[in-house]
């Protein structure tokens, strides 16, 4: 079955390095969506990628969506203590898969 | 709006004992959905409904079961519980199903040992 998986399971910054988090499906897949879990939190929206080589930005987080649309990449700069969290890619190709997420920390 | 509200948020549960997780949304939402959070594993499905009455099986639906009588509410009962379910329990709702291109609200999630 399909399968989404996400690399690094955990990474570990120092407050103003960069971050990346990479999504890989094993199926072509008509969207994607990254959402953000705070520690004791729950997923959060952030962002949808929808269209093959699309890049979006929020302020410090640009997303890409590959253009085979089978992975996906969120690139944070320059870290803050408010980005720490899990971060899940979820898409859809047999079925809407979640990844297992990436766990952001950074230091101060 | 409350959005989705999810009760109790810790439950701890002998094993074979049974229980509901209630979930319900006030946006309107057709489509509503429970996945379970373990760690390393991220969110697993494990039923989902896209109106009243109408029910389907996720990735991991096996123990569970579900009903949808109203728009609002998608209980999650535990029939007898293993401790192979505890877990963190997430209730999601969206306008549309996800593969659409929808949004997924999340519940607060219900933390839920059985020993």
């Known amino acids: 079955g399909q399968q989404v998986m996400q690399i690094p399971q955990y990474q570990h910054v120092q407050e103003g390095e960069d971050f990346t988090t990479y999504c890989n499906s094993s199926t072509t897949l008509s969207n994607i969506q990254w959402y953000k879990q705070r520690p004791g939190g729950h997923p959060v929206f952030l962002i949808q990628?929808?269209?093959?080589?699309e890049v979006k930005k929020q302020k410090r987080l640009t997303f890409q969506f590959g253009e085979a649309k089978k992975n996906s990449s969120l690139h944070i700069t320059a870290t803050q203590t408010t980005d720490v969290g899990t971060y899940f890619c979820?898409?859809?190709?047999?079925?809407?898969?979640f990844g297992p997420g990436t766990r952001l920390s950074v230091l101060p | 709006n409350a959005g989705v509200t999810q009760t109790p948020k810790f439950q701890v549960l002998k094993t074979g004992q049974s229980m509901t997780l209630q979930c319900a949304q006030d946006?309107?939402?057709?489509?509503m959905s429970w996945y379970r959070q373990d760690p390393g594993m991220g969110l697993r499905l494990i039923h989902y409904s896209v109106g009243a009455g109408i029910t389907d099986q996720g990735e991991v639906p096996n123990g569970y079961n579900v009903s949808r009588s109203t728009t609002e509410d998608f209980p999650l009962r535990l029939l007898s519980a293993a401790p192979s379910q505890t877990s963190v329990y997430f209730c999601?709702?969206?306008?549309?199903?996800?593969?659409?291109?929808?949004?997924?609200?999340f519940g607060a999630g219900t933390r839920l040992s059985v020993l």
């Open positions: 990628l929808v269209k093959s080589g």
């Open positions: 946006m309107n939402h057709e489509y």
């Open positions: 999601a709702s969206s306008s549309g199903t996800p593969h659409e291109g929808n949004i997924q609200y």
């Open positions: 979820g898409g859809y190709g047999q079925n809407f898969v």
